[in-house]
């Protein structure tokens, strides 16, 4: 339903600028993140990602940008409290979402374009994994590796900024852009309320038409 109300908000605000929406173009992109959610117990991981968008305006200073995304989000726990005899070790979380973005934005130069974008974006959750060590303290000490699916995955939604620039080829470009992304809701399972979906990314990609 969120998902749908946010297309729905998009183009009704689209018709509101005539017919130049109608020039468009098509954005593919790959990526790379690091979540930014580094704390005393708590560091940072990897992840990649994937991008089809499309922009509005195709020859205008601003444009609106909307599409889907595949994003794979990860950190690291040292410690996770599981029980009074219990506790899990070093554990990795992964974390994977089918993504929203909308934004707006702005685009300068000639040849080589320099672009602004600030928007927002929703994470429908697809699932989720863990790894890690099991502790425990009774009848006796002992530890086991584990792995499974980690709770706590919400829906989520948040903000994003971007910075990128735009290097022509033929016909079509080359993108680099770099985006920070702040989600707004938290894990509310075994990891004590930590805002997993906040990174920092870096996308190479493909425009064309």
Not at 50 to 65: C, E, G, M, S, V
Request: charged content about 20%; overall charge positive.
């Amino acid at each position: 339903m969120k998902a749908a109300f946010l297309f729905i908000l998009f183009f009704i605000s689209l018709k509101s600028f005539g017919q130049d929406t109608a020039r468009y173009s098509l954005q593919a992109s790959i990526s790379f993140n690091r979540t930014d959610v580094k704390d005393y117990n708590t560091n940072n991981g990897n992840g990649f990602g994937a991008a089809f968008n499309i922009l509005t305006h195709k020859n205008k200073p601003a444009f609106f940008k909307f599409g889907i995304e595949f994003n794979k989000i990860s950190l690291f726990k040292k410690y996770v409290y599981d029980g009074h005899f219990n506790n899990l070790s070093n554990v990795t979380y992964d974390y994977y979402y089918w993504s929203l973005p909308l934004s707006v934005g702005f685009r300068t130069g000639k040849k080589v374009i320099l672009f602004f974008e600030a928007g927002g974006f929703l994470d429908l959750p697809l699932t989720s994994r863990l790894r890690g060590t099991d502790v425990s303290y009774a009848p006796i000490y002992s530890t086991h590796k584990i792995s499974g699916k980690a709770g706590g995955q919400n829906v989520n939604f948040g903000t994003s900024l971007t910075i990128g620039v735009k290097l022509p080829v033929g016909k079509s470009s080359i993108l680099i852009c770099s985006t920070y992304r702040n989600g707004r809701s938290e894990n509310s399972g075994d990891m004590g309320n930590v805002p997993i979906d906040r990174y920092i990314r870096l996308s190479l990609g493909w425009e064309w038409l």
